[in-house]
């Protein structure tokens, strides 16, 4: 089996500010402790990675670098776990997605890879079956 490259690249970050309005208003949603997960479904498989987007409220956490060190812990976890969402034929029909932080306390890494991998094992199952 080929080995991967685990990145996350520029083109895998969702910066466009059309498409974020589009995800808020439109988005479908899934929830695994302790994530909300937003995305735009597409009709034909994807050759490329969704674009993704992580949210870390400034109400809840008051202080930038306990939000910085989140939105960091998070992007890592999904970095490790987005080959779940890879298909036979490419990856899932996701346009883009959004990780939105909904614990009102910091948690430790751990935590958050298991959320994103019951969130990515639950879109998989929802678009595979």
Not at 33 to 38: A, E
Not at 76 to 90: D, I, N, P, Q, S
Not at 91 to 120: H, M, R, S, W, Y
């Amino acid at each position: 089996m080929e080995q991967e490259k685990l990145t996350f690249s520029k083109e895998e970050k969702l910066c466009s500010e059309i498409l974020i309005e589009k995800l808020f208003k439109e988005g479908k949603n899934e929830f695994v402790y302790p994530f909300k997960f937003l995305y735009l479904e597409k009709n034909e498989i994807n050759e490329k990675l969704p674009q993704i987007l992580v949210v870390v409220s400034k109400k809840t956490f008051k202080k930038a670098v306990d939000r910085n060190v989140l939105k960091r812990r998070i992007r890592e976890g999904y970095r490790l776990k987005k080959y779940m969402l890879k298909t036979e034929t490419g990856f899932v029909p996701i346009l883009c997605g959004a990780f939105i932080l909904i614990a009102k306390e910091k948690i430790d890494f751990k935590t958050i890879q298991n959320g994103i991998k019951q969130i990515l094992k639950k879109i998989k199952t929802k678009f595979i079956s």
